[in-house]
């Protein structure tokens, strides 16, 4: 009776689907984004040096960074201005992270954020804003080691973070990420493992696998995170990460709600688990992509002395 019910249901919302397209979230629509900076001719978007999920040594980057000096930086889209901190203004100038920043509610549950912002003095400072509106100029200030734009969006009154490169139009990124190794770190240093040979090592204890990957987006020079990572030891079900959102859950932010930043990264390098190995020869196979879908993947053969 209630599987009937339900496929009837789910039939319903298939065919509402089609005619209306997908249904609005429960929470609200998503409003039009744009970029906060286009620098070059769209979609050409270059000097974005680093992207969401990123490790930052002890958290996760929660946002995009643009590189520049002196940019006009306009809403992603148009809403109100909540909140924002000028360092001039401010009689005890405590040292702040973000330096000086803009807040803004979008409606419908969408918050977006703007980071390291030049003087805010002649900027708006409270009301509404339109995508023309500048909203200050990109700068240095705060924890910033050179002038960027760091801009994020936000749900769930801030306690999930979302991947800007979700809701903002697509950009030029034709570049896959390069994939350079695997890496076994033991209080006796670091083991990198490559895919180009066959590698033997001793393992005296489990301990979690690490993967180099960097993904060079449009500017070669640049080392970006990559978008989803996929990973499979021998036989064992493939395991995967996807840098979409974070979440903060039990007291902690959790990628897609789930994965803490000390499952997901050890010392800069993305965390693949620890990996039950066979006793000699192994096989890992890793997929990596980008959010504009360019794909890389490697297989590592391993043979392992397990001695425990
Ligand atoms: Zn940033």
């Keep these: 009776m209630l599987s009937a019910r339900n496929s009837r249901l789910t039939l319903l919302c298939l065919i509402a689907t089609l005619l209306l397209g997908p249904p609005a979230r429960a929470d609200g629509e998503r409003p039009?984004?744009?970029?906060?900076?286009?620098?070059?001719?769209?979609?050409?978007l270059r000097l974005i040096t680093s992207t969401f999920g990123e490790s930052r040594i002890d958290h996760f980057h929660n946002g995009l960074d643009i590189a520049g000096d002196n940019d006009a930086v306009r809403p992603m889209a148009a809403g109100d201005i909540v909140y924002t901190r000028n360092g001039p203004d401010d009689p005890f100038r405590p040292e702040q992270g973000p330096g000086n920043y803009t807040y803004l509610y979008h409606g419908n549950g969408w918050w977006s954020g703007y980071y390291h912002l030049r003087n805010l003095s002649g900027y708006p400072r409270a009301?509404?804003?339109?995508?023309?509106t500048?909203?200050?100029?990109?700068?240095?200030?705060?924890?910033s080691g050179g002038p960027h734009l760091h801009f994020f969006v936000a749900r769930e009154s801030g306690y999930e973070i979302i991947n800007p490169l979700t809701v903002l139009p697509d950009v030029t990124?034709?570049?896959?990420?390069?994939?350079?190794g695997l890496v076994i770190l033991t209080p006796n240093g670091e083991t990198h493992l490559r895919a180009?040979?066959?590698e033997r090592f001793r393992l005296t204890r489990p301990y979690p696998i690490l993967l180099r990957v960097r993904d060079p987006g449009l500017e070669?020079?640049?080392?970006?995170?990559?978008?989803?990572?996929?990973w499979r030891l021998n036989d064992d079900e493939a395991r995967e990460r996807v840098f979409d959102r974070v979440q903060f859950v039990d007291g902690d932010w959790k990628l897609q709600g789930q994965h803490s930043f000390e499952e997901s990264f050890v010392s800069g390098?993305?965390?693949?688990?620890?990996?039950?190995f066979a006793e000699?020869?192994?096989?890992?196979?890793?997929?990596?992509?980008?959010?504009?879908?360019?794909?890389?993947s490697d297989r590592f053969n391993l043979v392992v002395d397990r001695q425990y």
């Design 220 to 230: 070669t020079y640049t080392n970006r995170g990559v978008y989803r990572l996929r």
């Design 280 to 296: 000699g020869e192994n096989l890992i196979e890793v997929f990596v992509a980008d959010y504009a879908g360019n794909e890389s």
């Design 269 to 276: 390098y993305y965390n693949l688990g620890i990996l039950s």
């Design 134 to 143: 500048i909203l200050a100029r990109s700068g240095n200030t705060g924890h």
């Design 196 to 198: 180009d040979r066959i």
């Design 127 to 132: 009301g509404a804003v339109s995508p023309e």
């Design 32 to 44: 039009q984004f744009q970029w906060p900076i286009i620098k070059g001719e769209f979609p050409d």
């Design 173 to 180: 990124d034709e570049n896959p990420p390069i994939i350079e």
